[in-house]
């Protein structure tokens, strides 16, 4: 049996849970909070970086718990958060961010991504991005990090700060957390447009979400890439294809992959007939889903009391840290 572990992820706040979510991350928090000391929240403060209407936060929150809760996590099992309930996170980004160089940090993908998605608004909290997860991480000491393989470098980055920080003040302080899937690689499951990675701000019909509905998934699968069909034995797929076929293998049973697959190595693929059967088994996949985030939405008390006993739970745990980074650092004992 595994070791308890102290495991730490989020999702941001910005839209419903997509199949990628679930795939790269969600999966592995469900298998993961039997085993280990498991903390899973919500990244609000994070959200903030693209500039949410207030009038939309408190509803996009709500509705990633809900599908957290959908999905399997078990609140007395796991702490589920929201990241704005433990204020003492930024205070230790603060700290992080006094020994965080803009020439690193101007070098994350990620962030360059988003400096070229939104170039009206690059903010310091977009530059910073990678220091106020290390916080999220290092707040609870964890070592164990279940994300998908566009957080890679962001991971990175966190144990670049919990060794700077270790170093600065001569402690064996923070644990070197890694990013965790089981032993396998991380994962980076396709969007529907042919091209990159599924994603919420990648343009309409490229995600399916959890809490999509049977015809809208038909609508989008239908509307997926492909090209006009291999013209010869065995050449290998092009990115459109293959995606599906790698959204196929997450959803399908093995043998319908083969059965396409083999399809398209003697040409006689048809991609309607696979874009519907690929439909089919996502709709499938998602139906128990999209029922469950309609149950637990109804219970407004119920989720209320998550979130009460998660903040109570994880503030506790962030607080000792705290305690002893002021200590480390220098500062007054305030907590
Ligand atoms: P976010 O909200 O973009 O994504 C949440 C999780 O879903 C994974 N993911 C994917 N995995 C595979 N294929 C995809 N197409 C795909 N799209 C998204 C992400 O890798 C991630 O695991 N920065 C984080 C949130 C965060 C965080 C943290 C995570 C804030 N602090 C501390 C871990 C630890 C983010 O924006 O994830």
Redesign the pocket.
């Known amino acids: 049996m595994e070791k308890r572990e102290i495991v730490?992820?989020?999702?941001?706040p910005?839209g419903n849970l997509?199949?990628?979510?679930y795939?790269?991350?969600?999966t592995n928090f469900v298998k993961m909070q039997e085993t280990n000391e498991c903390y899973f929240?919500i990244?609000d403060y994070?959200s903030l970086t693209t500039h949410p209407h207030p009038d939309n936060l408190q509803g996009n929150v709500r509705q990633v718990l809900v599908e957290y809760l959908a999905a399997g996590l078990d609140p007395e099992k796991a702490t589920l958060y929201l990241?704005s309930d433990i204020p003492e996170t930024a205070e230790l980004y603060l700290f992080l961010n006094m020994n965080a160089y803009l020439g690193e940090l101007e070098r994350v993908t990620t962030f360059k991504e988003k400096a070229r998605k939104q170039p009206d608004n690059v903010n310091a909290g977009l530059l910073t991005?990678p220091t106020?997860?290390a916080a999220?991480?290092l707040i609870h000491k964890a070592t164990k990090?279940?994300?998908?393989?566009?957080?890679e470098q962001?991971?990175e980055m966190t144990r670049t700060y919990a060794r700077r920080f270790n170093h600065m003040y001569k402690a064996d302080f923070f644990p070197i957390p890694t990013a965790y899937n089981f032993g396998k690689q991380?994962?980076?499951?396709?969007?529907l447009d042919g091209s990159g990675?599924?994603?919420?701000s990648e343009g309409e019909g490229n995600a399916i979400f959890l809490n999509d509905d049977p015809k809208v998934i038909r609508k989008k699968v239908m509307r997926a890439v492909t090209d006009s069909g291999p013209t010869e034995k065995n050449q290998t797929k092009p990115d459109p294809i293959e995606n599906l076929f790698t959204l196929m293998k997450v959803v399908s049973k093995p043998e319908t992959v083969a059965f396409f697959d083999e399809q398209y190595n003697n040409c006689t693929i048809r991609y309607g007939d696979m874009k519907k059967q690929l439909a089919e088994d996502i709709i499938a996949f998602t139906t128990p889903f999209r029922e469950k985030i309609e149950e637990i939405s109804a219970d407004q008390d119920y989720i209320l009391k998550v979130m009460n006993m998660g903040a109570e739970k994880a503030r506790e745990s962030a607080v000792k840290t705290m305690r002893e980074v002021r200590e480390l650092i220098g500062f007054r004992k305030i907590y």
């Open positions: 730490l992820s989020g999702i941001r910005t997509h199949l990628g979510n795939f790269g991350a969600v929240f990244a994070h990241q991005y106020l997860m999220d991480i990090v279940p994300v998908g393989k566009d957080q962001n991971l991380l994962v980076k499951i396709p969007g990675k599924m994603g919420k």
